[in-house]
């Protein structure tokens, strides 16, 4: 007995000592994927538990209760010199616009002013209430409400414009409009949340306070667009109190609706299901959710929008199913999609990369379980992205790693503070000095969760 107690004494007192050597020398094996194995094998053997695959990036689709989207498509397009009088009077804060000259019909009114209000977020300081005078039948005079004085509507011009501009500032200098499309995108929804109490409906708010309705997302995203040179239009469905937006991306219309894109649960996520699709691509993509029976769709339908969305050319990307973030780097795109092969339940992710944004390649895979409890997994790779020192940084279920994009080399580079129930679910951030942070929660959908960082 006295010899095997020597015997174990010495081996666990070498395991030690090999261990510290290989800690000081960071070279301590990753083993997640090991503890990924193990707990698999388990939950293989357990033939008596319920599995079940979730996807929990997405939670009901948000639509404004309070709104009022009427029909604005009009028969021809809006005449530029009623567009440019009623504008340029509400500029000045005109008691009285004249509008005799322009023949318009009272019939037509409302969907002149839904127009004028919906492509000018600049007017956010006037009251969506006006009064009018006609003469057989055609409009004479315009009589707008304001809901601030001249003086007070300056200062808050002032502001909405410098809130635009730091956002400008932020878009990477030089970038494709599709770069500077998709830095919008993320920008929005991970910067921005859904205003459940359904008052903020104008961009100055919204850019004010990072909360609004639909509305507020579509006329923020048309205010930044047009300062940077995209035009932008606005897309509303009467019939799911719902609007988006339209933008042109080399010489073609594509559907952006980034409030659809931010129904997630968690800072580090984002969607793509609904970012540069053709109408046919919306359809196809909201085909699921079809209930014609339903008094509030879960879908895209009777849209009104003044151009259409014909190219296909982004509805099929790679990155449509991507739960985190893109990033890019040089021109390079970078994101994570999940594959799962067929009767597994450990969930493998890739990295995909390239030049061109419709052709992405597969750069490596990333091995994780992404659990809830013990007898439950998710379907779907939440692996983050950061770039660090010319790395790209991304997370398993419980481990930070860096990818070197010239050497192919990928390494750890830390363990969070997690508990043993809990994932990380994403990239919420890096500084300059490489303090990254995450999402962690015990589940990858629900309010519960915390941001943890370390130093990589």
């Known amino acids: 007995m006295k010899a095997f107690l020597r015997v174990f004494s010495v081996f666990v007192l070498c395991a030690m000592l090999f261990t510290m050597t290989l800690w000081k020398n960071d070279a301590f094996p990753d083993l997640s994927n090991i503890t990924a194995f193990v707990r698999d094998t388990v939950g293989r053997l357990n033939t008596l538990s319920e599995i079940t695959g979730e996807v929990g990036s997405t939670q009901h689709r948000p639509t404004d209760n309070g709104a009022q989207f009427p029909e604005y498509t009009l028969a021809e397009e809006l005449d530029p010199a009623l567009e440019a009088a009623i504008c340029n009077a509400l500029a000045t804060h005109a008691e009285a616009i004249d509008l005799s000259t322009f023949h ?104 004010k306070q990072k909360t609004g309705v639909c509305q507020a997302y579509m006329l923020a995203l048309i205010a930044v667009t047009e300062e940077i040179g995209i035009e932008s239009l606005p897309v509303t469905s009467s019939r799911m109190n719902h609007a988006w937006n339209l933008v042109k991306l080399d010489g073609d219309w594509y559907h952006v609706d980034i409030t659809w894109d931010d129904a997630v649960s968690y800072p580090s996520y984002t969607s793509y299901d609904y970012f540069l699709q053709s109408d046919a691509g919306l359809i196809a993509i909201d085909a699921e959710h079809v209930d014609e029976s339903a008094e509030e769709p879960d879908w895209h339908c009777d849209w009104a929008a003044t151009q259409s969305a014909t190219n296909v050319k982004y509805d099929d990307a790679i990155w449509r199913g991507a739960h985190t ?132």
């Not at 209000?117 to 055609?138: A, L």
């Not at 969070?416 to 300059?432: P, R």
Request: hydrophobic content about 35%.
């Open 104 to 207: 318009l019909r009272e019939t037509d009114l409302q969907a002149v002013i839904s127009e004028i209000r919906f492509t000018h977020p600049e007017i956010f300081y006037v009251d969506k209430n006006f009064s009018y005078q006609t003469n057989s039948g055609y409009i004479t005079e315009l009589r707008p409400s304001y809901l601030y004085d001249a003086a007070e509507t300056q200062v808050l011009m002032t502001e909405y414009k410098a809130m635009i501009a730091a956002i400008v500032a932020q878009i990477p200098q030089g970038g494709s409009d599709f770069e500077k499309l998709l830095f919008l995108h993320d920008h929005f929804v991970q910067n921005y949340s859904y205003d459940n109490t359904y008052t903020i409906r104008d961009a100055y708010t919204f850019f």
């Open 325 to 456: 973030p893109m990033v890019s780097l040089n021109g390079t795109y970078y994101c994570v999609v999940s594959e799962n092969p067929e009767n597994s339940r450990s969930t493998l992710g890739a990295v995909y990369s390239g030049s061109d944004p419709t052709a992405l390649s597969k750069l490596f895979a990333v091995n994780g379980v992404w659990r809830e409890g013990e007898h439950s997994y998710y379907v779907d790779c939440f692996a983050g992205l950061a770039l660090y020192n010319g790395e790209l940084i991304y997370n398993t279920n419980n481990t930070l790693r860096a990818h070197n994009l010239t050497t192919g080399e990928d390494r750890l580079v830390g363990f969070l503070d997690i508990a043993s129930n809990e994932s990380i679910f994403g990239i919420c951030g890096i500084t300059q000095t490489g303090v990254i942070s995450c999402t962690v929660a015990p589940a990858a959908s629900g309010d519960s969760y915390r941001i943890v960082s370390c130093q990589i």
